[in-house]
Nanobody, 123 residues
Framework: QVQLVESGGGLVQAGGSLRLSCAAS????????MGWFRQGPGKKRLFVAA???????YYAASVKGRFTISRDMAKNTVYLQMNSLKPEDTAVYYC?????????????????WGQGTQVTVSS
């Protein structure tokens, strides 16, 4: 059973940066696709970024060029570096792990989820 714990959320001004971390236990990230999703107030949960077992990365159009997903195999941790943050990036950010084949941007394809971390961007 894979357990995921996110950290690094907080309050930041528009234009600022945050780095989210997702620490995994109970399994290895080496062959697992990892994703970040977010859910704003009153909105659906949306795809943000994913990194596959081979290291390839994918981003939602709304964050491409501003956010970077990466991982540290030794620490079994995935990161989401968020730069040039905008008020519309405000959301609860969730880390997820996918052990089976599926679409990177489909939240129903992911098997394990963290509890989420709040990111608030003030204008």
């Amino acid at each position: 059973q894979v357990q995921l714990v996110e950290s690094g959320g907080g309050l930041v001004q528009a234009g600022g940066s945050l780095r989210l971390s997702c620490a995994a236990s109970g399994g290895t990230l080496s062959s697992t696709a990892m994703g970040w999703f977010r859910q704003g107030p009153g909105k659906k949960r949306l795809f943000v970024a994913a990194i596959r077992g081979g290291g390839s990365t994918y981003y939602a159009a709304s964050v491409k060029g501003r956010f970077t997903i990466s991982r540290d195999m030794a620490k079994n941790t995935v990161y989401l570096q968020m730069n040039s943050l905008k008020p519309e990036d405000t959301a609860v950010y969730y880390c997820a792990a996918r052990v089976q084949r599926g679409s990177d941007d489909d939240d129903s394809a992911y098997d394990y989820w963290g509890q989420g971390t709040q990111v608030t961007v003030s204008s």
